[in-house]
C-alpha cells in the first residue's frame, strides 16, 4: 500500500517505540517524515532509517513546535499527517498518594501540553489545504482504572482524550479529522526490561489481557497508518482503542 504517496507526516516522539514504527510504516507507504524528537541521536538515527528529516524540539515548548511544523512545511510543501505520540510515563508519578507535584506537572506538560501544542501549530496548515489527519496518543488508561495508579499520565491520557474528540468535531467540516489513538501495554524496551526483572508485576497486568499478550510496536503503528490514511475517512473524534481486547474483557480464557 502506498497511502501517504505525496504527503508530508510529522511525527513527534519518532526516536523511537511507537513513533518510530511509525515512522518506519508511514514512509515504508511512501509519506515524507518528519521525525520530531529531544534525543538527537534517536531522532537522527530514526530518520536516517526512514529517508525523513530530524527536528530537534521540546514538544513543550510552543517555539520549538511552530517551528518544527514550520520546517515540515517548508521543506516538504504541506503538513498531512500530525502524529503527535511524545509522551513520558516517569517512576515518580505513581499513586496519588506519594506523587509530588513536581512529577504531576512534568507528565501533564509532556502528555499534555504538547499535543495542545502540536494541534494548535499543526491546524493552520491543514485548514490552508482543507485537508489534514491528526492523531495524538493516548492510552486505555484513559478509559480504564488501573489499581497500579499512574496518576498524572492517566489524568494526561485522559485530557488527550477530550482534546482530541473536541478538535475533530470542532474541524470535521475543514476536511480534518482528528482521532485519539488508546494502545493497550506495548512491548516497549522498558517495559521488557522491568517485567524481565519482575514477572510477577508482568503476569499481574497480562492477565487482564485477552490475547495473553502486550501489543507489538508495529501492531500500533499499523492502526497510525490506517488513522492517518483516506481509509479512515469516516472516522474523527473518535477513542481508537488498540488494546487487545482489554476495555472489553471480564474474565480471560485461561
Ligand atoms: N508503551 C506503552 O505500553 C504505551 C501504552 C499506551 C500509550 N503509550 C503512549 O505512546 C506514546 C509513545 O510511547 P513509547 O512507549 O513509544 O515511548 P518511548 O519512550 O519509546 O518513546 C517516546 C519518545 O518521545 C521522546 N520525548 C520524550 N519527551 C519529549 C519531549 N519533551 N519533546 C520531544 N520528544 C520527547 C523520547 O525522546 C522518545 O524518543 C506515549 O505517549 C505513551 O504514553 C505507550
Not at 231 to 246: C, E, H, P, R
Request: proline share 4%; glycine share 10%.
Amino acid at each position: 500500500m502506498r497511502r501517504f504517496e505525496g504527503r508530508t507526516a510529522v511525527i513527534t516522539g519518532g526516536g523511537s517505540g511507537i513513533g518510530k514504527a511509525s515512522a518506519l510504516r508511514l514512509a515504508e507507504e511512501g509519506a515524507n517524515v518528519v521525525v520530531v524528537d529531544l534525543d538527537r541521536e534517536a531522532g537522527e538515527q530514526a530518520a536516517k532509517e526512514v529517508g525523513g528529516r530530524y527536528v530537534a524540539a521540546d514538544v513543550t515548548d510552543g517555539d520549538q513546535v511552530a517551528a518544527a511544523f514550520a520546517e515540515a512545511n517548508r521543506d516538504y510543501g504541506s503538513v498531512d499527517v500530525a502524529f503527535n505520540n511524545a509522551g513520558i510515563s516517569p517512576p515518580d508519578d505513581d499513586s496519588i498518594l506519594e506523587t509530588g507535584l513536581d512529577a504531576w506537572r512534568r507528565v501533564q506538560e509532556v502528555n499534555l501540553t504538547s499535543v495542545y501544542l502540536c494541534c494548535k501549530h499543526a491546524l493552520p496548515y491543514m485548514r490552508e489545504q482543507g485537508r489534514g489527519s491528526i492523531v495524538n496518543t493516548a492510552s486505555f488508561v484513559a478509559t480504564m482504572g488501573a489499581a497500579t495508579s499512574q496518576i498524572s499520565y492517566t489524568a494526561s491520557k485522559g485530557g488527550v482524550l477530550a482534546l482530541s474528540r473536541e478538535l475533530g468535531v470542532q474541524f470535521a467540516r475543514e476536511g480534518i479529522r482528528v482521532n485519539a489513538l488508546s494502545p493497550g501495554p506495548v512491548n516497549t524496551p522498558l517495559l521488557k526490561e522491568l517485567f524481565a526483572k519482575d514477572p510477577e508485576r508482568a503476569q499481574r497486568r497480562l492477565v487482564h489481557v485477552p490475547f495473553g499478550r502486550f501489543a507489538e510496536p508495529e501492531e500500533i503503528a499499523a492502526a497510525v497508518a490506517f488513522l492517518a490514511s483516506d481509509d479512515a475517512s469516516f472516522i474523527t473524534a473518535s477513542n481508537f482503542l488498540v488494546d487487545g481486547g482489554i476495555s472489553g474483557a471480564y474474565v480471560t480464557p485461561l
